[in-house]
């Protein structure tokens, strides 16, 4: 495709890559699959099945498609360790070995099925996928949550948790998001008054602090500054600490106690999982779930209700940018502002990801460090709310 003359840009829509990214991929929460029966999970353009050994207690994840005549392993049954095909009772254990086949005389030679590797890692169940087939490095591991591992654990919720499945659309467009300023003001009605993004290694870190639009109901906790510092640690795993002012608006949803944020308001401690893995080049499974910690006086109850409304408020946030993802195009070559932040060089660091691990280079790994001077965007911005503000304003009427 040509310009039409000199001065037209044309959008360079590229292809998904043909693979998908190395690393840890969170497949929800481990208690969701500990229920005695297969769970059926489409991933990594196919389909897996996770089950819970009966005797061994772990969580196992192998390739759903049973070998022998391709029934689905996630529609059969737990039996002992082994997940038994519904086809034929075919047996298969979790390292993905056949462990009986009740009618056979014997068992053939090359009866094994793909067994993932897999994390127990707050409170969520995790699988490592690469290409390349190697196990992973012991520096990539998912960190520990100190709200989940730490010894202050009593003292926060237990996880609020949703899915949200994304069609028409490549893992790539959500981690854009680490460094898009503006799209907070447009797309989550927040003033993001500070911005910086950190790049090292297999880290990516968002730092913002923002305050709410005035002239928009965001139906969330946070009535004042909230100071986000968010890190994907691999390509698709999301830890968000979140510092959120709270005042009077809380007590309408989280009623009584000293906690509550009605003397003056407080400051809430979140922890935000943003996490997302592929189902196939053009979909992926995006989830997201809370925890909070309890504010002194606060009962289990209300640090809950406040974990179900942060995930309620990152769920409105979420559609919003899925309506966008289904109906944008995909571009490899925007057309930026400095104020858009570093787009280039977060897809030179996620290019890691996608590449064998011989084939990451300095530039994709090495520090990269970049702030935003957002007084130009927020001037501009409060201008125009302040403009919405006026206008709803009730007019008064003097008469002929």
Same mark, same amino acid.
């Given at each position: ?14 292809? @998904? ?15 969701? &699959?500990?229920?005695?029966?297969? %769970? ?43 997940? !038994? ?16 086949? @009740? ?13 993932? #590797? ?25 960190? /520990? ?35 898009? *300023? ?5 797309? %989550?009605?927040? &003033? ?7 790049? $090292?290694?297999?880290? =990516? ?16 906790? +946070?009535?004042?500054?909230?100071? +986000? ?15 959120? /002012? ?25 922890? #935000? ?27 289990? $109850? ?8 942060? !995930?309620?408020?990152?769920? =409105? ?17 925007? #057309? ?9 060089? #977060? ?9 064998? =691990? ?5 530039? *994709?790994?090495?520090?990269? /460090?970049?702030?935003?001077?957002? $007084?130009? =965007? ?23």
């Amino acid at each position: 495709m040509t310009a039409l003359d000199d001065g037209v840009r044309i959008i360079d829509a590229g292809k @998904p890559p043909a693979r998908f990214a190395r690393g840890w991929h969170c497949l929800g929460l481990a208690e969701d &699959f500990k229920d005695g029966k297969p %769970h059926e999970i489409e991933a990594f353009g196919t389909k897996l099945v996770v089950f819970q050994g009966t005797d061994d207690g772990q969580l196992h994840v192998l390739n759903a498609y049973c070998p022998h005549m391709g029934g689905n392993l996630a529609h059969g049954t737990v039996k002992g360790d082994a997940v !038994a095909c519904p086809f034929h009772d075919w047996r298969w254990s979790g390292n993905g070995r056949c462990a009986g086949i @009740p009618y056979a005389r014997r068992m053939p030679p090359r009866a094994r099925t793909r067994a993932w #590797l897999t994390l127990e890692r707050n409170k969520q169940l995790f699988v490592w996928n690469d290409p390349e087939g190697n196990p992973p490095p012991a520096e990539v591991t998912i960190p /520990e949550i100190d709200g989940i591992h730490g010894p202050d654990a009593g003292e926060w919720s237990e996880w609020t948790w949703k899915t949200l499945r994304v069609e028409g659309s490549n893992c790539r467009e959500i981690v854009d998001n680490v460094v898009d *300023m503006a799209h907070f003001f447009y797309v %989550h009605y927040a &003033f993001p008054e500070y911005f910086k993004n950190v790049f $090292e290694g297999h880290i =990516a870190t968002q730092y913002m602090e923002s305050s709410p639009r005035g002239d928009m109901d965001l139906g969330t906790l +946070s009535s004042g500054r909230l100071r +986000s510092d968010a890190s994907y640690y691999g390509p698709s795993y999301m830890i968000d600490y979140l510092y959120s /002012e709270v005042g009077g608006g809380i007590d309408g949803d989280i009623e009584g106690g000293s906690g509550s944020g009605s003397e003056g308001g407080s400051e809430m401690e979140i922890v #935000l999982i943003n996490c997302h893995y592929p189902i196939d080049e053009n979909s992926f499974q995006l989830q997201y779930g809370a925890i909070v910690k309890k504010l002194p006086g606060m009962t289990d $109850e209300q640090a809950a209700e406040a974990a179900r409304l942060t !995930a309620e408020g990152t769920t =409105a946030g979420f559609e919003q940018d899925v309506e966008i993802w289904k109906n944008k195009t995909r571009i490899d070559n925007p #057309l930026l502002t400095e104020e858009d932040g570093p787009v280039y060089q #977060l897809r030179r660091w996620y290019e890691q990801f996608y590449v064998d =691990a011989a084939d990451v280079k300095d530039e *994709m790994t090495r520090r990269f /460090e970049f702030e935003i001077d957002t $007084e130009r =965007a927020n001037k501009a911005w409060r201008s125009e709310v302040e403009e919405n503000l006026a206008s709803r304003a009730p007019q008064t009427w003097t008469g002929a």
